[in-house]
């Protein structure tokens, strides 16, 4: 099983910033894509940033240019950084990641943090 664990989600004035930490855990499990995810009340769930295993990163268009997603390798764990915060992007934030142990794969989801952007 691999564990994830997220920090750093809490209430800010719109314009302000966040930065959300997640950190991945698991025996034996290789990691690959990172990611976060979020869902609003009554919206679809959604992945707005993914690191790729290549080093390469995605943005979902409504975060592009204000939101950056890193990640140290060493540790397992990964970053969002959301600068120029809008109400719209109050939700809960969710870690994803691809894991697989000896062909075995599967993409583990940590519990939630709640950001709120108050207008």
């Known amino acids: 099983q691999v564990h994830l664990v997220e920090s750093g989600g809490g209430l800010v004035q719109a314009g302000g910033s966040l930065r959300l930490s997640c950190a991945a855990s698991?025996?034996?499990?290789?990691?690959?894509?990172m990611a976060w995810s979020r869902q609003a009340p009554g919206k679809s769930r959604e992945t707005v940033a993914r690191?790729?295993?290549?080093?390469?990163?995605n943005y979902a268009d409504s975060v592009k240019g204000r939101f950056s997603i890193s990640r140290d390798n060493a540790k397992n764990t990964v970053y969002l950084q959301m600068n120029s915060l809008k109400p719209e992007d109050t939700a809960v934030y969710y870690c994803?990641?691809?894991?697989?142990?000896?062909?075995?794969?599967?993409?583990?989801w940590g519990q939630g943090t709640q950001v709120t952007v108050s207008s």
């Open positions: 994803w990641c691809s894991a697989t142990k000896l062909g075995y794969s599967y993409t583990p």
């Open positions: 690191f790729n295993s290549d080093g390469s990163t």
């Open positions: 698991g025996d034996g499990f290789s990691i690959g894509v």
